[in-house]
């Protein structure tokens, strides 16, 4: 069970939704602040951000490639650079998504963001698929006393195996993954949900790449009990994310049917409801 200030999440809990901001803001307050009202639009529980050091996490071979942006031309360093946020506008969002009624937390991809991260006080931090293999982020990850929501994209079962041993006692939720961006539907595999359950005794969620939403709802029918996908103002925007996302329409109505599923899920026990019995002594003759 992993216990927020105000919800659990947890099987028979309301599945815990978030609304994966991710670098779909572009570097632009502006746009991080529409996405956020988006989310609340749609009723999600949470955004999530990624928070890199540029310096660490972009290759040396990279730092000096040339690239055209929206903003001109420029090097990768400098691209990256300018998508990160610094505390004060972290502040500034984490207050907007409160006021909005949502938690606001992120991703780190080093351990400079990690420390910058923990600084803020967000109750969830997640592990991505790429920093899975990462122990020493994972095992300070663990430490740190908040829920963990980990990521299983493009890992096997032994660095899993692995990764969730360095986590033990933490409040740790695993999310099934397809680390494609967007995934083909033969590969999301939606069957590892129970498996994931089955093996580790935890709560599971799911972290979807895929175009369309049914099958998000699929993983919802499957048990899971945290969900995220990425959350975007409009598909065709510049960035990587971007084309994997969904649109602010359609996540409010990814929103309504995982409430709606849960409502008509039920507790597996055969019953005969009061609304059947008028039905039952028309239509039943023996």
Known sequence: MNQLKDRTIAAGQ???????????HNGEMAIAKQLIDAAAYAGADAVKFQKRTPELCVPEDQKNVIRETPWGVMTYME???RMEFDLDQYDELGSYARERGMILFASPW????????????????????????FDELVIKASQANKVVVASTGMSTLDQIDHAV????????ILCHTTSA???ELQELNLRMIPTLRDRYKLPI??????????????????????LERHITLNRAMWGSDQAAS??????????????AIEKSLGDGVKKVYDSELTPMKRLRLH
């Open 246 to 259: 969904v649109e602010p329409i359609g996540f409010a109505k990814l929103v309504r049917d995982v409430r």
């Open 205 to 226: 969620g799911y972290s979807g790449h895929e175009l369309g939403l049914s099958t998000s709802l699929a993983a919802v029918a499957m048990g899971a009990v945290f």
């Open 165 to 172: 041993s360095l986590m033990k006692g933490s409040n740790l």
């Open 110 to 133: 080093d351990l400079p963001s990690l420390d910058f991260l923990l600084s803020l006080n967000h109750p969830i931090i997640k592990i991505a698929s790429a920093s899975l293999t």
């Open 79 to 81: 691209y990256r650079e």
């Open 181 to 183: 961006y967007p995934c």
């Open 14 to 24: 309301p599945v815990f939704i978030t609304a994966e901001i991710g670098i779909n």
